[in-house]
């Protein structure tokens, strides 16, 4: 099965589509502005490293926690360039560089360009992230 998913992967087909799509979902809630939407896309164990924290979250309580705060800058997330990895039929890891589109504060809007990296599972039919890791890109 899993040598029937990577010649999958190598047409660039479903893994990677699955992948934009969750993106899309997962930043479609983010104009939702509420953080229990947000958050229902994270495991109960997840682990997450957020771009504007300096905080190791844990769970879904911890997700939502980041949320309340990152959801007040109005984020808009534009994914630069990725790559996805199947793991097995039921996880992939999609990582890469997004910008996101954030209020500054000021009234107007500034980009935050971060690289980044999650982990997806498929728990009950259902894509939820299990791990996700963002921050700034490093000036070069």
Not at 67 to 90: Q, S, Y
Not at 97 to 103: A, G, R, S
């Amino acid at each position: 099965m899993m040598r029937e998913l990577l010649m999958t992967m190598e047409r660039g087909t479903d893994m990677e589509t699955i992948a934009t799509e969750n993106f899309a979902r997962w930043n479609d809630a983010l104009r939702t502005l509420d953080p229990e939407t947000v958050a229902a896309f994270y495991t109960e164990d997840t682990t997450f490293l957020p771009t504007l924290s300096p905080e190791f979250k844990h769970g879904t309580g911890g997700a939502r926690e980041y949320f309340v705060h990152f959801l007040e800058k109005h984020p808009m997330g534009t994914v630069v360039e990725e790559t996805v990895r199947p793991l097995d039929e039921d996880s992939y890891l999609h990582s890469g560089f997004y910008d996101f589109e954030v209020d500054d504060g000021s009234g107007g809007r500034s980009v935050a360009h971060a690289r980044f990296t999650y982990l997806w599972v498929r728990q009950a039919g259902e894509w939820k992230i299990a791990h996700h890791h963002s921050s700034l890109l490093p000036n070069a």
